[in-house]
Nanobody, 119 residues
Framework: QLQLVESGGGLVQAGGSLRLSCAASIRTFTNYAMGWFRQAPGKEREFVASITWSGSNTRYEDSVKGRFTISRDNAKNTVYLQMSSLKPEDTAVYYC????????????WGQGTQVTVSS
């Protein structure tokens, strides 16, 4: 069973940076593509970024392109989300998720980590 644990959230001023981490408790981490999602108060959860098992391909939601970078270290079973030039509208609970190989659905989710950006 794959378990995901996020860390690195917190309170930051607008324009600042944070790096989120997500540690996966499974040996075959390279079988999984990984993604980051977020949910702001009163809004639906939305896609933020994803990365393939090898790290060779990434995708981003339009509003975070050029500001956020997703990466992974397969030796550490960890995926990262480096967030820069943060805006108050980036305030949300951020979730790490995993999907098996080429499946379209993310079946495994972390518990979330709060990111709050003050203006």
């Amino acid at each position: 069973q794959l378990q995901l644990v996020e860390s690195g959230g917190g309170l930051v001023q607008a324009g600042g940076s944070l790096r989120l981490s997500c540690a996966a408790s499974i040996r075959t981490f390279t079988n999984y593509a990984m993604g980051w999602f977020r949910q702001a108060p009163g809004k639906e959860r939305e896609f933020v970024a994803s990365i393939t098992w090898s790290g060779s391909n990434t995708r981003y939601e339009d509003s975070v392109k050029g500001r956020f970078t997703i990466s992974r270290d397969n030796a550490k079973n960890t995926v990262y989300l480096q967030m820069s030039s943060l805006k108050p509208e980036d305030t949300a609970v951020y979730y790490c998720a995993a999907r098996y190989r080429s499946l379209a659905t993310y079946h495994y989710w972390g518990q979330g980590t709060q990111v709050t950006v003050s203006s």
